[in-house]
């Protein structure tokens, strides 16, 4: 029997064990790294996870005697204790916003209708329409308060060159993202010199 002390992060993501699950993430560690978590396959004894909470926790973990069934971890994992609970305040992020202003472009308009992105903070991944395509890409980093986006990936349909400007404004914003600020249903997208970049309010 040993003792391990776990991060649990605030949601659970799909995952693949002897079927399709949906597994804790875990890691360990004096402090949290961005992308570092882990599928946690088995249950903790115990333990009352639940999600929007980041946990750190004490187990015990114990190996289990022979015959063990084919499905079945090896492992037995027991609370201990809970070291400490915190609200992730990164999943307020996770909604639907209007582009308000982007540059000096205030309600911009492509194709005869609002841009918008949508974000989802547990799965790390941001979605949009941004006058003239759709595109989609990965949140590489999440903290409060920092953001940041990977390569963003678009659809191809040509438009008219005055939403393709458009379209190149928005995206060459987001690739320069790297703080924001979330009050009042309003994100705001800032550069590392704290620069607004793009302003988002919440759709109802």
Do not use: H
Not at 3 to 32: D, H
Not at 162 to 191: C, G, H, I, P
Request: aromatic share 8%; glycine share 6%; hydrophobic share 35%.
């Amino acid at each position: 029997m040993e003792e391990k002390v776990f991060w649990i992060n605030s949601t659970k993501l799909p995952c693949q064990g002897v079927g399709p699950m949906t597994c804790l993430q875990i890691q360990e560690g004096a402090e949290i790294e961005q992308g570092k978590w882990l599928n946690f396959f088995s249950n903790i004894e115990g333990f009352d996870y639940k999600p929007g909470n980041i946990y750190r926790i004490k187990v015990n973990v114990e190996q289990l005697p022979p015959p063990i069934p084919a499905d079945a971890s090896r492992l037995r994992y027991s609370l201990i204790e809970v070291i400490s609970v915190q609200q992730d305040r990164t999943l307020r992020i996770t909604d639907i916003f209007k582009i308000e202003k982007v540059g000096e472009i205030e309600n911009p308009v492509g194709m005869g209708k609002s841009l918008t992105i949508e974000f989802n903070a547990a799965e790390r991944g941001v979605f949009g329409f941004s006058g003239c395509n759709t595109f989609r890409g990965p949140i590489t980093k999440l903290t409060d308060p920092e953001i940041e986006f990977g390569k963003l990936m678009s659809t191809l349909m040509a438009c008219p060159q005055l939403d393709m400007t458009l379209e190149r404004t928005v995206t060459q914003a987001l690739q320069k993202v790297k703080k924001y600020t979330f009050e009042n249903r309003r994100l705001v997208l800032k550069d590392q010199e704290e620069k607004e970049l793009l302003i988002l309010l919440k759709v109802d």
